[in-house]
């Protein structure tokens, strides 16, 4: 049974850091991207980072580029958000996603990103709260 599984949620300051974990069960991640999203209170689900399965190119939403890095743990078919630099316009729920990904590539995950593909399967979502 296909599963994503994110974790790592919780209350931060401004300035901290935090990780997010994805992971990832009843499929390999091979030939898949994963993508995080992220939806704040009274804002449009915007794409945050994606990686590719084929290869471990990444691309990153400018709003974060910098300050978060998407990785993944192929043994433990995860993918990670390392967040730096947290800022309270970061607060959201954050989704990860996968989509079938057989290129590799950044040329569809930018697409991804900006929600002009549907992703096959989501996870249910982790609440990271920025805030002093």
């Known amino acids: 049974q296909v599963q994503l599984v994110e974790s790592g949620g919780g209350l931060v300051q401004p300035g901290g850091s935090m990780k997010l974990s994805c992971a990832a069960s009843?499929?390999?991640?091979?030939?898949?991207?994963i993508v995080w999203f992220r939806q704040a209170p009274g804002k449009e689900r915007e794409g945050v980072a994606c990686?590719?399965?084929?290869?471990?190119?990444?691309y990153y939403a400018d709003s974060v580029k910098g300050r978060f890095t998407i990785s993944r743990d192929s043994a433990e078919n995860t993918v990670y958000l390392q967040m730096n630099s947290l800022k309270p316009e970061d607060t959201a729920v954050y989704y990860c996603?996968?989509?079938?990904?057989?290129?590799?590539?950044?040329?569809?995950?930018?697409?991804?990103?900006?929600?002009?593909?549907?992703?096959?399967?989501w996870g249910k979502g982790t609440l990271v709260t920025v805030s002093s």
């Open positions: 990686i590719s399965g084929k290869d471990d190119t990444t």
């Open positions: 009843g499929f390999t991640l091979e030939n898949y991207a």
């Open positions: 996603a996968t989509v079938l990904n057989k290129y590799g590539g950044s040329y569809y995950l930018s697409l991804y990103l900006r929600g002009y593909y549907a992703m096959d399967y």
